[in-house]
RNA sequence: GGAGAGGUGGCAGAGUGGUUUAAUGCAGCUGUCUUGAAAACAGCCGUGGCGCAAGUCACCGGGAGUUCGAAUCUCCCCCUCUCCGCCA
């Protein structure tokens, strides 16, 4: 979240950002509710600091003779902080609420626009591949070698769910593993989280309250099932000051992602591309102020690596103001083009939060022994999602009889170098 | 799921109604001494809110209550540990 401080003292700057991002927040309740709060505040511990000098001296002086008298003017006292108290706090409660619903700000150089039509192409590598027949989208690929059942994966779960099988199902883990490892040996350093978390940790997240339609849950229990590792991995260290040497931090982990998405029926329904369960590497960076503009450039230049290495067409797009997350100040989408679909696929999205997350998690750090405590810059970024980098490497290496060649750096993690057509 | 014991500052650990601005120790920082270090000695050493400031308020797992006054008493909840049960 932002500042109370920073909304009063820059108004203009966040009524105009929510504007760009095409939303709304209660800014002049908010302004009003903080003025109310102040004023409050002022009174109850003018209160309170009366009640705590004429109480000590009442301890003080046991035998004293206006002792009676003392204590009925300080239970009088009492009844009014309470009052004031009921006041103060449901003023606070208001305030924090609605503050919990205003978004990041938005970096400069963000493109103004209403959705993804206004993203910006900033940089597209690699060639199209060019084939001598039609190539074909996955799901056709996938039926000529058996690699992706849909049937029984909506027998099981339902629609928008799959089974992956044989040398597919393999060629996703050593998407999986093959990534991981290229993050780990570029610095970054492992963790295995968990995929279910408390309520306190997605609004510490920035995934609540606003999101709370897109997420599965335990009917029972405090858990929510993540839709990315982005929300364990910014609850690490909440309510924790970390030491300086401790920054920059680089973190990355694998998890499946969870998310309940209202998709039209009838709308991209086909393939693996929109489903409710998916893979996806997620690298996470906290560091100081000063250096995250640095690695967010680093992030992207991670994330490129994957598709560089793979040998496949990318875009990097920069998002506009309507189409850029809650959380993120700026960020930079990946994309590989997907022959078979003819189709740019997302499939990393890389972000800078600044300190919105840092502020709601209650994370800070000493620069310095004896130097006052400050918020790291915190940033996420995919490194990649493989379900949908699979659907790439599929219909990129695809062959005229639906074989698909895997791509060099897998042969390791593949034990084979093509996926037969049958 | 059942029974028991606990939760106090970075750590250890006192504190069961009123100079507690939470004792003391360890760790850490600064200084004196020393060629340097150690030791010794002295001082410092939590977070957040409000306020121009002086200052003030809050925080002893979380919440509610009793009281003029709560770390301390009452109730509810959460978590940790030990044992039992179940389990990959």
Same mark, same amino acid.
């Given at each position: ?212 339609? #897109? @997420? %599965? *849950? /335990? ?7 993540? !839709?990315?590792?982005? &929300? $364990?991995?910014? #609850? @690490? %260290? *909440? /309510? ?7 920054? !920059?931090?680089?973190? &990355? $982990?694998?998890?499946?992602?969870? *998310? ?163």
């Amino acid at each position: 979240m932002l500042s109370i401080q920073f909304i009063r003292e820059n108004t203009e700057r966040v009524k105009r950002d929510l504007a760009l991002r095409n939303t709304t927040a209660p800014i002049e309740r908010i302004l009003q509710l903080d003025e109310q709060r102040r004023d409050l505040l002022q009174q109850v511990e003018q209160l309170r600091s009366k009640r705590n000098t004429v109480s000590k001296a009442i301890g003080a002086a046991k035998e004293s003779g206006d002792r009676e008298q003392r204590i009925m003017e300080m239970r009088l006292v009492g009844d009014e902080i309470d009052r004031l108290d009921a006041v103060l706090k449901k003023v606070e409660t208001e305030l924090q609420a609605h503050l919990y619903e205003v978004p990041n700000i938005l970096d400069p150089s963000v493109p103004p626009g209403f959705d993804e039509d206004s993203n910006v192409v900033v940089e597209t590598c690699g060639e199209k591949p060019r084939f001598g027949f039609q190539p074909k989208p996955h799901w056709e690929l996938a039926e000529v070698n058996g690699g992706i059942d849909f049937a029984r994966g909506v027998k099981m779960a339902g629609s928008r769910f799959f089974v992956l099988n044989g040398p597919t199902a393999r060629l996703h883990r050593a998407l999986t593993q093959w990534m991981l490892n290229s993050h780990i040996d570029a610095g970054f350093e492992e963790r295995y989280v968990p995929y279910m978390l408390s309520e306190a940790s997605f609004y510490a997240a920035g995934q609540l309250p606003k999101f709370r339609e #897109n @997420l %599965y *849950r /335990d009917a029972e229990e405090d858990y929510y099932f993540i !839709p990315t590792a982005e &929300v $364990a991995l910014v #609850n @690490l %260290y *909440r /309510d924790e000051i970390l030491p300086a040497e401790s920054l !920059p931090k680089r973190l &990355v $982990a694998h998890t499946p992602c969870f *998310r309940r998405e209202k998709v039209s029926a009838g709308r991209e329904v086909r393939g693996i591309k929109r489903v409710f369960q998916f893979e996806k590497v997620e690298m996470f960076v906290y560091c100081e102020p000063e250096q995250s503009e640095a690695e967010l450039e680093q992030l992207i230049l991670r994330a490129r690596s994957i598709p560089e290495a793979l040998n496949l067409p990318y875009r990097v797009v920069q998002l506009c103001s309507g189409d850029i997350g809650f959380n993120a100040t700026k960020t930079f989408d990946i994309e590989i083009y997907a022959p078979g679909v003819d189709e740019w696929i997302e499939v990393s999205s890389v972000s800078n939060c600044l300190d919105f997350q840092a502020r709601r998690a209650n994370i800070r750090y000493r620069p310095a022994l004896d130097a006052p405590i400050r918020r790291p810059h915190m940033l996420n970024g995919s490194g990649l999602a493989p379900g949908r980098t699979l659907i790439a490497v599929m219909e990129n290496y695809q062959q005229e009889d639906g074989s698909i060649v895997v791509p060099a750096v897998l042969q390791p993690y593949m034990g084979m170098d093509v996926i037969p057509a049958s």
